[in-house]
T-cell receptor
Framework: DQQVKQNSPSLSVQEGRISILNCDYTNSMFDYFLWYKKYPAEGPTFLISISSIKDKNEDGRFTVFLNKSAKHLSLHIVPSQPGDSAVYFCAASARGFQGGSEKLVFGKGTKLTVNP | GAVVSQHPSRVICKSGTSVKIECRSLDFQATTMFWYRQFPKQSLMLMATSNEGSKATYEQGVEKDKFLINHASLTLSTLTVTSAHPEDSSFYIC????????????FGEGSWLTVV
């Protein structure tokens, strides 16, 4: 059973436009969500995170939105740049619950291509 | 920012031999380290969680006698693949986090293991 789902395996956008990457989760215990960017044959790079007490977190061109009732989060990149082309992973953990841990559960990733 | 380093980045070993991969946190004390493997075009799959000074906790389906994890200090964890087989060939990635529950999890660069 996949607890974190990224239903779009790929996304292609034009440079300068907005990229929206989506992620759904099923486990209501998750209270901390992260987005990672990954290039082939490299480890993931942390981008941005959000706690379940917030519904939005912004860092430069990256904004993450969380809709707890829908168990959905999204990463917005604006404006998109060719250098943003990579695989983006959504991850979740249940930090704040008794017995919770830092253990991350990952989605399968979405490959973003930003065309010049 | 925090840096997690893995070594070696690439290793080729003969079937039946053992190979060790190191994961080091370079500028923070990593009380918890995680080991993942990633197959091509697949998500990151958590193999085990290790806390400094205690035995690693393995995920279901991961053979603890085959994938030996040692977290002897606050800056070093090792993964030893014992009696390696070609199907163990994969991309192995470690991550580390500090003592506070709110700490971000940082990933190493990953290690490509090829068993021939």
């Amino acid at each position: 059973d996949q607890q974190v789902k990224q239903n779009s395996p790929s996304l292609s956008v034009q440079e300068g436009r907005i990229s929206i990457l989506n992620c759904d989760y099923t486990n209501s215990m998750f209270d901390y969500f992260l987005w990672y960017k990954k290039y082939p044959a490299e480890g993931p790079t942390f981008l941005i995170s959000i706690s379940s007490i917030k519904d939005k977190n912004e860092d430069g061109r990256f904004t993450v939105f969380l809709n707890k009732s829908a168990k959905h989060l999204s990463l917005h990149i604006v404006p998109s740049q060719p250098g943003d082309s990579a695989v983006y992973f959504c991850a979740a953990s249940a930090r704040g619950f008794q017995g919770g841990s830092e253990k991350l559960v990952f989605g399968k990733g979405t490959k973003l291509t930003v065309n010049p | 920012g925090a840096v997690v380093s893995q070594h070696p980045s690439r290793v080729i070993c003969k079937s039946g031999t053992s190979v060790k991969i190191e994961c080091r946190s370079l500028d923070f004390q990593a009380t918890t380290m995680f080991w993942y493997r990633q197959f091509p075009k697949q998500s990151l799959m958590l193999m085990a969680t290790s806390n400094e000074g205690s035995k690693a906790t393995y995920e279901q389906g991961v053979e603890k006698d085959k994938f030996l994890i040692n977290h002897a200090s606050l800056t070093l964890s090792t993964l030893t693949v014992t009696s390696a087989h070609p199907e163990d060939s994969s991309f192995y990635i470690c991550s580390a986090t500090g003592g506070s529950i709110g700490n971000t999890i940082y990933f190493g660069e990953g290690s490509w293991l090829t068993v021939v």
